[in-house]
């Protein structure tokens, strides 16, 4: 009786709303809506499942990232040199972009297993510097730093080819977003991502009740790694270009701010904050180009002095802060 | 190869006396502060602010660049860094991140971005040569002078931890603040005064470091990882741990742009990974971190 019970409640969390559909839907529309946006859109696309792929790790997982700039940038140059050396195609291109940072993903969860949060800070860290210094010295296949130009895409699908005016990209690039959304939002609500959330809270217990958390942290750390990857994979393909700054520390360090604006733990929280981020973005350095850096230390620092866990979600703002977490 | 081995002593010296800071705030209080590169920037800026606006000459800066930094240093400890001792680690790399960023815009703004230089004094400027073929040891006068300045500290930094009244306080905060309190000892003035000397050993390391790290606005982001592997691989239980981790990375990046430069930092990189990977709480620590 009572599993059926729980079982049902696990069930109505996994349920999709139609707040939901709405939201997609209105996503899809927006480039059609609002032509002179089509590139933004893009964009947030781009960074929202950047943003959702860190959620996986950092907010169900709870592994402080500070070089998941490392996938994104791989997997950008993946495409960009899959397209201009092999083949033009972009589905092929980003589903092998996906395959070479899931392998990368696999082979850097070595490093995350063990240590505290320091040293998980500085191995994720480490592992995106050691990226970010191969693709500058590796100039003959890199470009180093000019960057990879000359990047040239054939249509979607054979059908869709990409306009000037981004509406293509944006819609390419939302179209995967969603497959990899319903991917990501099947995993954390499966027994899976359960048994995720279990290990955040308390990794002994969990090992204790018999989750394998090694194997259990290697295959979300590859999984997030992937879509890391792909995400990547759309900036350069839509973009035509790929540069040093993909792999670069600041992105990193956005992305996390962009998940913690969202608040963390929660799919729609990537995306939420990737809007707010990029809207802010965009009105802020057109204001101040140069010391954009300036306003987002400031934001990061009232985010955390305020409590970075009601921002965004105002049912939270009444409630009493949960206890202690582990 | 002497002449690589001194200057990676050299450099590692002075990231040790940058660094050691860090451990303490990161290893005793178990707080994550990656805007210490900033407190190093500071007072690099101070003193070539010091000696190009108002004359002051080189040496006087050094102690003047400790002194307002620590001060900087307490002022920020009292009112943003004491919230944030309690707070998970994700908060305190997020606050400390934008602090950094902050710090980097604000210089841009008032200083300007270009690459600023410190002029040394004439005396320190020459070099002295010793031995001659493969066992050629160049000393330039500088880096002894780094080389002196960073060992004195050292041991002093290392009687006052062990043999001071202070040194005692601090550790029995840190092994249990509730206790020490308890105890009669005003823990909150003992964090403040720690923190207030590691900013200001940061100061200081800063401002002798300008002339061979470099100084512009990018110094916090650009050498942060320096410090932080100079704290995870040393481990944060002694003075000693960072000092000899402090000096491995001097002489392996020295070695490494010099023998391997198509390699650059790839080196320094890879070895603290691997090293992570095989002592994930750093090469020389007591026991488990906390």
Redo the contacts between chains.
Sequence with gaps: MDAQRYQAALRAGARPRLWEFVLWALAFAAPLVLPQHALMVNEIAIVALFAVSLDLILGYTGIVSLGHAGFFGFGAYVAALFAKHVMPDPTVGLLVAMAATAVLGAVASLTILRGSDLTRLMVTLGTALLLLELANKLDWLTGGADGLQGVVLGPVLGLFDFDLYGRTAAWYSLSVFLLLFVLMRRIVHSPFGATLMAIRDNRLRASAIGIPVVSRLAVVYTVAAAIAGAAGALLSQTTGFASLDVLAFDRSADVLLMLVIGGIGWLYGGIAGAIVFKVLQDSLSSITPQYWMFWIGLILVLLVLVGRDRLLRPQTWFRREKGAKA | MLTILFDGIAYGMLLFVLAVGLAVT?GLMNF?NLAHGAFAMAGGYITVLAMQRLGVPFLACLPLAFVLTAALGALLERT?YR??YK?????Q???S??????????V??FVGGSQQNVQIPQWLRGRTEIGDGALLLGMGHYRIFIIAICAVLTVVLQLLLSRTRFGSRLRAAVDDPRVAAGLGINVNVVFLLTFAMGSGLAGLGGALGAEILGLDPTFP?KYM?YF??V??VGGTSSITGPLAAALLLGIADVAGKYYIP?????TV??L??LI??WR??GLFTRKG??
Excluded at chain 2, 87 to 91: A, E, N, R, T, V
Excluded at chain 2, 262 to 266: H, N, V
């Design positions: 990161l994550i943003l919230p944030m707070k998970p680690h994700l908060d790399v997020m606050f991140i934008g602090l950094a960023f902050m710090a980097v815009a604000a841009d703004y982001l990882i932080l592997i704290v995870a198509k390699m650059g930092a790839f990189y890879l603290m990974i992570l990977l994930p709480q971190g906390r």
